[in-house]
């Protein structure tokens, strides 16, 4: 609804703005041009990133680590930058992660995809398509049971071949329950963390 409404203001705006500016005989070129250019701002607004948490277990025992994970999914014909892009301009792809009383490991980070951009030339390191980034979180023996909520909130900017949007940060909060040692804990979420060997 929000985006509906801010896009209806920019159509108005635009076509007030046309309106004056444009010769008479001239008006529905103009307004062939605005609804253009807005459907095109729509497009790219709907192609953005979805982003989600999961862990590799329904629960988590007190003492134990459980895998976890942030997933982007990019829409084809887009990408982010990765991790750690090839030149200093690029705004890189980044994961800051935040719980009370577990230790967090490192984000693991996917190898890159390298490629030549129509706009670049000199190769660059893009994530595209679905990217897992992967971590770990440890909970002591004694910490208690009940939800636990990690935070991530991770940065990156969207592309296409020919443009860069405005850089974008996402936060999330990815609830997680802990159990004492001794209960049964069932592996989920194969797709992103592989089946158990």
């Known amino acids: 609804m929000k985006l509906r409404n801010q896009l209806r203001r920019l159509f108005m705006i635009a076509l007030v703005s046309a309106t004056l500016m444009v010769p008479a005989g001239s008006f529905?070129?103009?307004?062939?041009?605005?609804?253009?250019?807005?459907?095109?701002?729509?497009?790219?607004?709907?192609?953005?990133?979805?982003?989600?948490?999961?862990?590799?277990?329904?629960?988590?025992?007190?003492?134990r680590t459980v895998q976890a994970a942030i997933v982007l999914d990019i829409p084809a014909g887009y990408h982010v930058n990765a991790h750690r892009p090839f030149d200093k301009f690029s705004i890189?792809?980044?994961?800051q992660l935040d719980a009370s009383g577990v230790r967090l490991s490192p984000v693991s980070y996917p190898r890159p995809t390298v490629r030549r951009l129509s706009f670049s030339n000199e190769p660059l390191a893009l994530y595209e398509g679905r990217t897992v980034l992967r971590f770990n979180v440890t909970v002591p023996a004694n910490h208690q049971t009940g939800i636990l909520?990690?935070?991530a909130r991770v940065s990156y900017q969207r592309c296409n071949d020919e443009v860069c949007f405005p850089p974008a940060k996402r936060d999330l909060t990815i609830p997680l329950m802990v159990v004492s040692a001794r209960e049964t804990v069932k592996r989920i979420n194969g797709e992103y963390f592989g089946k158990r060997k």
Do not use: C, S, W, Y
């Open 28 to 63: 529905d070129k103009a307004v062939h041009m605005v609804v253009a250019t807005t459907a095109t701002t729509a497009r790219q607004e709907q192609a953005d990133i979805t982003i989600n948490g999961f862990f590799a277990a329904d629960k988590v025992r007190q003492g």
């Open 92 to 95: 890189p792809t980044v994961v």
């Open 149 to 151: 909520e990690l935070k």
